[in-house]
């Protein structure tokens, strides 16, 4: 129990973080890619 409530936190910020990234990632790249690349 007190593992899983120490470990849900840390994939939370992970997930956040990856997600951040991506988007970052994405918005710079619009320039080169075509503007319509969104799912």
Do not use: A, H, T
């Not at 007190?2 to 951040?20: D, E, K």
Request: zero cysteines; glycine letters at 6%.
């Amino acid at each position: 129990m007190s593992s899983l409530q120490s470990i849900v936190p840390l994939i939370i910020i992970g997930v956040s973080l990856v997600v951040f990234f991506k988007w970052v990632g994405r918005d710079m790249n619009r320039e080169e890619k075509k503007p319509r690349s969104r799912r």
